[in-house]
């Protein structure tokens, strides 16, 4: 939470993919953050900071992100759009989300 806080995005986002053991049923977070607003907060942190590579296998094939990310219903989309080079949706997907924050 400490890297969250100082916006060490870097290693924010390396914390989010290091610990795949982490579920939701073992962690409350809905007195701090709400499912949507975590969701939004790993797509932007996952994309600023991490390859491909890593977002293909960190965060995607990630059990406890894939899980959180589901609560937002376009996340997989986004993933998906950056991933195959279609940047033009991409795009316009972002600056929806960026209307959320």
């Known amino acids: 939470m400490a890297a969250l806080m100082n916006r060490k ?9 290091d610990f795949p053991e982490i579920t939701l049923d073992t962690v409350d977070i809905s007195r ?16 600023d900071q991490l390859n491909r590579m890593e977002i293909k296998s960190n965060v995607l094939k990630n ?3 894939s899980q959180i990310i589901e609560s937002f219903p376009d996340a997989s989309n986004i993933f998906e759009l950056y991933l195959n080079g279609r ?15």
């Open 9 to 17: 995005n870097r290693v924010a986002a390396n914390l989010l993919v």
């Open 32 to 47: 701090v953050i709400s499912r949507k607003d975590l969701a939004l907060y790993i797509i932007v942190i996952t994309l």
């Open 63 to 65: 059990p406890m992100i």
């Open 87 to 101: 940047f033009e949706e991409f795009q316009s997907q972002m600056n929806e989300i960026e209307a959320h924050l």
